[in-house]
């Protein structure tokens, strides 16, 4: 083994140029693959975070349209003693109604939460883009597009009015801004508490509780799971991906494409340091038939190429990594929105770069298996004889 280890040396010091340049085919190939593999993941987890991340990921919801939930503290303290998956929780009570300005009125939809808790979900404290969003009483904040829309001022009161017919005055006292047109231009956000006042709710009920969970896209399977142990019989269990069919769709295109991408392009490494150490077999026939005659045995010769193989890998996928890493942080330098952030924001999985290094030199060994079974079919007498 030792010996054929520093065969395969010396034959790759010997032709440094030829080295050199399946080395940097490999590192090619492997660095393209950590380039698509990672832009294709920071592009999933970018559109999941500003799809979901800051979103209830899981929601328990009334079986039955437009009624309360009752006991909502009960099913609360079930799910978080239950499921150690939950990462944050809140129940929430969402209401219609009209928003009373001068004397025009704006449909808007009043959103009640415990605000602590849901400021986990729904990163409140860094949405606000005046005020606070810590209430008191009648107090409120309200989407940036409504307040511009409207002209309202922080300090201000309006008063709200519900399908029944009930005013309540609300004090707003800080803008939001969550990065949807549409919550932006319509939700108002007070306590929970503030929102059963208003829409007589008594103090055990909501109309949902939403909680985000460690692995988002396991949220169908804690929901079925959910669904068998709960002994609440008059809710229901909703996940994100029922109700992001077209970007879950759209998601595993991504992956599927990426994948196949790689795949061939380890192929396309395989193949070409295959055909290279198969040409090398032919350079390097007289040496070997020598040390054969000198009595090298068959078993030797071939790992001569296995070990090429296993060190042009090494190198390569060294090479591929600085390369692909280059190829990251280049693409974070230059593919920049007018705001100076990047176009897709990178992420860096380093398993995921690991693994990269480790396939190419799986693959550059398992293309030197076959060079090396010619080599060991190489007849010292033919060779030397016929040069």
Same mark, same amino acid.
């Given at each position: 083994?030792?010996?054929?280890?520093?065969?395969?040396?010396?034959?790759?010091?010997?032709? +440094?140029?030829?080295?050199?340049?399946?080395?940097?085919?490999?590192?090619?190939?492997?660095?393209?693959?950590?380039?698509?593999?990672?832009?294709?993941?920071?592009?999933?987890?970018?559109?999941?975070?500003?799809? @979901?991340?800051?979103?209830?990921?899981?929601?328990?919801?009334?079986?039955? +349209?437009?009624?309360?939930?009752?006991?909502?503290?009960? @099913?609360?303290?079930?799910?978080?003693?239950?499921?150690?998956?939950?990462?944050?929780?809140?129940?929430?009570?969402?209401?219609?109604?009209?928003?009373?300005?001068?004397?025009?009125?704006?449909?808007?939809?009043?959103?009640?939460?415990?605000?602590?808790?849901?400021?986990? @979900?729904?990163?409140?404290?860094?949405?606000?883009?005046?005020?606070?969003?810590?209430?008191?009483?009648?107090?409120?904040?309200?989407?940036?597009?409504?307040?511009?829309?409207?002209?309202?001022?922080?300090?201000?009161?309006?008063? $709200?009015?519900?399908?029944?017919?009930? $005013?309540?005055?609300?004090?707003?006292?800080?803008?939001?801004?969550? +990065?949807?047109?549409?919550?932006?231009?319509?939700?108002?956000?007070?306590?929970?508490?503030?929102?059963?006042? $208003?829409?007589?709710?008594?103090?055990?009920?909501?109309?949902?509780?939403?909680?985000?969970?460690?692995?988002?896209?396991?949220?169908?399977?804690?929901?079925?799971?959910?669904?068998?142990?709960?002994?609440?019989?008059?809710?229901?269990?909703?996940?994100?991906?029922?109700?992001?069919?077209?970007?879950?769709?759209?998601?595993?295109?991504?992956?599927?494409?990426?994948?196949?991408?790689?795949?061939?392009?380890?192929?396309?490494?395989?193949?070409?340091?295959?055909?290279?150490?198969?040409?090398?077999?032919?350079?390097?026939?007289?040496?070997?038939?020598?040390?054969?005659?000198?009595?090298?045995?068959?078993?030797?010769?071939?790992?001569?190429?296995?070990?090429?193989?296993?060190?042009?890998?090494?190198?390569?996928?060294?090479?591929? $990594?600085?390369?692909?890493?280059?190829?990251?942080?280049?693409?974070?330098?230059?593919?920049?929105?007018?705001?100076?952030?990047?176009?897709?924001?990178?992420?860096?999985?380093?398993?995921?770069?690991?693994?990269?290094?480790?396939?190419?030199?799986?693959?550059?060994?398992?293309?030197?298996?076959?060079?090396?079974?010619?080599?060991?079919?190489?007849?010292?007498?033919?060779?030397?004889?016929?040069?």
């Amino acid at each position: 083994m030792r010996l054929a280890f520093k065969i395969a040396l010396r034959f790759l010091t010997s032709s +440094k140029g030829q080295t050199a340049l399946i080395a940097i085919g490999i590192a090619v190939g492997i660095s393209v693959q950590i380039f698509i593999g990672s832009l294709i993941e920071g592009l999933q987890v970018s559109l999941l975070d500003a799809t @979901i991340g800051s979103a209830s990921q899981i929601t328990v919801n009334p079986e039955e +349209k437009n009624t309360p939930i009752d006991d909502l503290q009960d @099913i609360e303290n079930w799910l978080t003693e239950t499921y150690d998956e939950i990462t944050a929780i809140t129940p929430t009570l969402t209401q219609g109604g009209f928003l009373k300005i001068g004397d025009n009125t704006e449909q808007v939809v009043f959103r009640g939460f415990d605000l602590n808790k849901a400021n986990e @979900i729904y990163k409140f404290d860094a949405a606000i883009t005046e005020g606070t969003y810590t209430l008191k009483e009648n107090e409120v904040i309200l989407g940036v597009d409504l307040a511009k829309n409207n002209n309202l001022k922080i300090g201000e009161t309006y008063d $709200i009015i519900t399908p029944e017919g009930t $005013i309540s005055a609300l004090k707003i006292v800080g803008f939001f801004d969550l +990065k949807v047109a549409s919550i932006n231009q319509s939700w108002i956000i007070g306590s929970i508490d503030l929102a059963r006042d $208003i829409f007589d709710f008594s103090s055990s009920q909501g109309t949902a509780i939403e909680l985000q969970i460690s692995e988002p896209f396991d949220a169908d399977l804690l929901t079925e799971e959910m669904t068998l142990t709960s002994t609440q019989k008059d809710v229901k269990f909703d996940n994100w991906k029922v109700q992001n069919e077209q970007l879950l769709s759209g998601l595993n295109g991504q992956s599927t494409s990426s994948l196949m991408i790689q795949v061939f392009v380890v192929i396309s490494v395989v193949l070409g340091i295959a055909s290279v150490l198969a040409i090398t077999v032919l350079q390097k026939s007289r040496q070997l038939g020598i040390l054969k005659a000198m009595g090298l045995n068959d078993r030797t010769s071939s790992f001569v190429f296995l070990f090429q193989g296993i060190i042009l890998g090494i190198l390569g996928g060294i090479l591929g $990594i600085i390369f692909g890493l280059g190829l990251l942080w280049s693409f974070t330098k230059f593919a920049l929105n007018p705001d100076g952030t990047p176009v897709v924001p990178i992420f860096v999985n380093y398993g995921f770069i690991g693994l990269s290094g480790l396939i190419a030199v799986a693959a550059s060994t398992l293309a030197s298996i076959i060079p090396a079974q010619k080599s060991k079919k190489l007849s010292p007498i033919e060779v030397i004889k016929n040069g």
